[in-house]
């Protein structure tokens, strides 16, 4: 797929704030400072598209971006920062989590992880909770610039045994750097199966 077009749409704090228009919408999803920004911007192709922080939990609202004036990304509320819900059922943003369950035309979640890390808890229990609400979403690691390729595929491999095992269907899994670049084609390639 080609991004002929990117713009920032708007911001919400709750679902009823969103765009009304029902064009088909690819959502974000990820620890503060997992790299959300930075993958917007990536895909894009635009520096400055979507703010990057080195302080994490910067995003608190829905970010709406209109890409090729047919479909959205969305850069929800990064989780595992003081902003969290106060259900036991997953520890992120409520209005992440009404986006989640409610909005009818989110085609495809991107579930960013870092690369980097053992296996999060807190990431662990999104992912169930995915799982359980049947949120379609795609597996992205984030930041495999940082460490070798040896050591982003014990994390990965790790991360797939404790966390994706036995998941039918199983997710796609794409690693990704907005250094490098790498992933980017992979995750078009995906979002375009998803509209
Ligand atoms: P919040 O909005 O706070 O939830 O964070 P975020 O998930 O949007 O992360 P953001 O894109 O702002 O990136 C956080 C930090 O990680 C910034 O300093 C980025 O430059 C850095 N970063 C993000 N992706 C990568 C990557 O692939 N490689 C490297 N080396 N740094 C990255
Ligand atoms: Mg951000």
Not at 73 to 89: H, N, Q
Not at 102 to 117: E, F, H, K, Y
Request: hydrophobic content about 45%.
């Amino acid at each position: 797929m080609k991004i002929k077009s990117a713009e920032f749409e708007t911001s919400a704090t709750s679902i009823a704030q969103a765009p009304r228009l029902a064009q088909p919408e690819i959502a974000l999803i990820g620890r503060s400072n997992v790299g959300k920004s930075s993958l917007i911007n990536l895909l894009t192709e635009q520096r400055d598209l979507a703010r990057v922080s080195d302080l994490p939990g910067k995003t608190r609202l829905m970010n709406f971006y209109s890409i090729n004036r047919n479909w959205r990304l969305v850069d929800l509320p990064g989780y595992g920062y003081a902003k969290v819900s106060k259900t036991d059922r997953a520890d992120f943003n409520e209005a992440a989590a009404a986006y989640l369950t409610g909005r009818t035309q989110l085609r495809a979640v991107l579930v960013l992880i870092d690369s980097r890390l053992e296996p999060q808890p807190i990431d662990l229990a999104l992912l169930e909770w995915l799982v359980e609400t049947a949120v379609t979403f795609a597996v992205v690691f984030t930041k495999t610039d940082k460490q070798s390729v040896s050591q982003t595929q014990t994390n990965v491999a790790r991360f797939r045994a404790v966390a994706l095992d036995g998941l039918d269907p199983a997710p796609a899994i794409i690693l990704s750097s907005a250094k490098t670049k790498a992933g980017r084609t992979e995750i078009l390639r995906y979002i375009a199966s998803r509209l």
